[in-house]
């Protein structure tokens, strides 16, 4: 494993390694000099600052660039104000690459006050050539820029940056390769995020993940489950499995498994309390699946099922794989069978060609399926994607319209839900100290719930009864039994 290896006894005045991890290792140990030198003239240690704009997905990556800074010496902050700033960006709606260029553009004066600083962009948002284009003319100060299938190389990027002027892009089209066993640093100690796959081949018309992501790739179960024990070792009890398409996983490995099956071995990782997936797209779902989630004590009661649209035509050109009756068929025979679970989904507001009637059909679905929550979207034009070239667009007095009827019965139907557990009992892990009110903290229920309860700082990481006494619209007010 990573931590065994020492950044102190490679010997970094012979090449570099060809092999990897090796390779990166030899950079971070290469980097950690450099950081010294900084050390020594300045009289204190650099400092870092890690931006996350997109899924978990992305925020799983930032650990990994975060891993590899801490282990070079830098000292993470959470403020802009720092000597080496990266942003994970993120393009899957357009308000998320705008969000990008607004702080980019701050980052320009911080730059100029401060020589030293290094600013670096990865993720998503690189991995299209017209975002490149625009960084290279317009916001030219930054000094490096890598994608989505290259990350696992950033150590020898940033050693390319301190050796050079001027900026360094490193974009790759596409991989097939899995690079294990890099440091990562966690934001909770408690609980974790672990990939089991990594690209989308599924190509729903509206999306630009599959471009950006690359084709699926699934880790070997091995890797996945060292990883696991290694997090369980280290006080994690939480884990959160991640993947576009959860459902299938392990079809392109050598030995092809199933995610029930995954699932079924992860279950039985000793000291592992409890386990979450994400996403399931609801064509892939099967009931060997729903099986597992109903005999498992560990798999948390909430599953992620998006619908993006109720009405079977936009779905078919949504190129989803599944009708409005089969996704409500399969909705509510896993209500049936789990009755305590909790169902959430996205919805797409304003896919080309959505009429009134179309989302009169989505908001059938919200009310038959009754989800416990909902995130809604307005459709954005990804360029490149099949959507962008269809050509009824809706008007954006239709889609504002249609997104706020939408969005006021999701909301009554969530409150409507939420409202079922008052008075009962459930496990929370606790999860910070409540950011308005310290006496509070704030606790996540296996279905996915927000309870705050009375407390301090030493319940954080910890599972605890709690009476669920009063709702709040989409959170409880509880207490600690
Ligand atoms: N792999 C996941 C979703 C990843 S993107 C899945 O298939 O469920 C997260 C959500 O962003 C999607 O579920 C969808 O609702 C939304 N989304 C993706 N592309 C979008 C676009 N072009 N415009 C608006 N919302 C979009
Ligand atoms: Fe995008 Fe569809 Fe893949 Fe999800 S399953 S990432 S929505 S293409
Ligand atoms: Fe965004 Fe990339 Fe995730 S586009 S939603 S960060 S996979």
Redesign the pocket.
């Known amino acids: 494993m990573y931590n065994e290896i020492k950044l102190d006894k490679i010997d970094i005045t012979s090449k570099p390694p060809n092999v990897e991890p090796a390779r990166q290792y030899y950079f971070m140990a290469k980097c950690r000099e450099k950081v010294r030198m900084f050390e020594q003239e300045n009289g204190r240690r650099p400092t870092a600052c890690v931006t996350t704009f997109g899924?978990q997905m992305n925020a799983r990556d930032s650990e990994k660039l975060s891993g590899i800074l801490k282990e070079v010496g830098y000292r993470e902050v959470a403020s802009e104000e720092a000597d080496f700033v990266i942003f994970n960006t993120c393009t899957?709606?357009d308000n998320a690459n705008q969000r990008v260029y607004g702080r980019l553009g701050e980052l320009k004066g911080r730059k100029r006050r401060n020589r030293q600083m290094k600013i670096a962009l990865c993720g998503c948002m690189m991995q299209e050539s017209s975002v490149i284009e625009k960084i290279r003319t317009s916001y030219s100060f930054v000094d490096l820029i890598f994608g989505t299938h290259n990350i696992y190389k950033f150590a020898e990027l940033l050693y390319n940056t301190f050796e050079s002027e001027g900026m360094i892009t490193d974009i790759w089209e596409d991989t097939d390769r899995i690079v294990e066993d890099l440091p990562m640093e966690r934001k909770y100690p408690f609980k974790s995020g672990i990939n089991i796959m990594f690209g989308?081949n599924?190509f729903?018309s509206?999306?630009?993940?599959p471009y950006v992501r690359g084709r699926e790739r699934s880790r070997e179960p091995e890797d996945i489950f060292r990883e696991i024990r290694g997090l369980v070792a280290d006080g994690v009890v939480e884990i959160m499995l991640l993947g576009?398409?959860v459902n299938s996983y392990g079809r392109n490995l050598k030995y092809p498994i199933t995610f029930a099956e995954l699932l079924r071995e992860v279950e039985k990782i000793d000291g592992l309390r409890r386990i979450r997936f994400m996403?399931s797209?609801p064509k892939d779902l099967s009931d060997d699946l729903i099986r597992v989630m109903k005999e498992s004590d560990k798999i948390c009661r909430h599953l992620h099922l998006?619908l993006?649209s109720g009405s079977t035509g936009i779905l078919q050109r949504m190129n989803r794989r599944y009708t409005k009756e089969q996704y409500v068929d399969l909705a509510l025979k896993i209500r049936r069978e789990i009755p305590d679970i909790a169902l959430t989904t996205?919805?797409?507001v304003g896919f080309p060609g959505e009429t009134k009637a179309d989302l009169e059909e989505t908001i059938d679905v919200v009310r038959t399926v009754k989800f416990d929550n909902a995130?809604t979207?307005?459709?954005?034009?990804?360029t490149g994607?099949p959507?962008a070239a269809m050509e009824d667009q809706v008007s954006e007095e239709q889609v504002r319209e249609g997104f706020e009827r939408l969005l006021k019965v999701v909301q009554d139907t969530a409150r409507e839900q939420a409202a079922r557990y008052e008075g009962s009992v459930g496990e929370a892990l606790i999860e910070e100290v409540n950011r308005d009110d310290g006496a509070l903290v704030t606790g996540r229920l296996s279905n996915n719930m927000i309870v705050h309860v009375p407390g301090d700082a030493s319940l954080v990481g910890k599972l605890v009864q709690v009476s669920l006494d009063e709702c709040r619209g989409f959170y409880y007010m509880g207490t600690v039994l």
């Open positions: 899924c899957v709606r989308c599924n729903c509206y999306c630009i993940v576009q398409n996403t797209h998006p993006q996205d919805i797409i995130f979207f307005i459709y954005s034009k990804r994607t959507a």
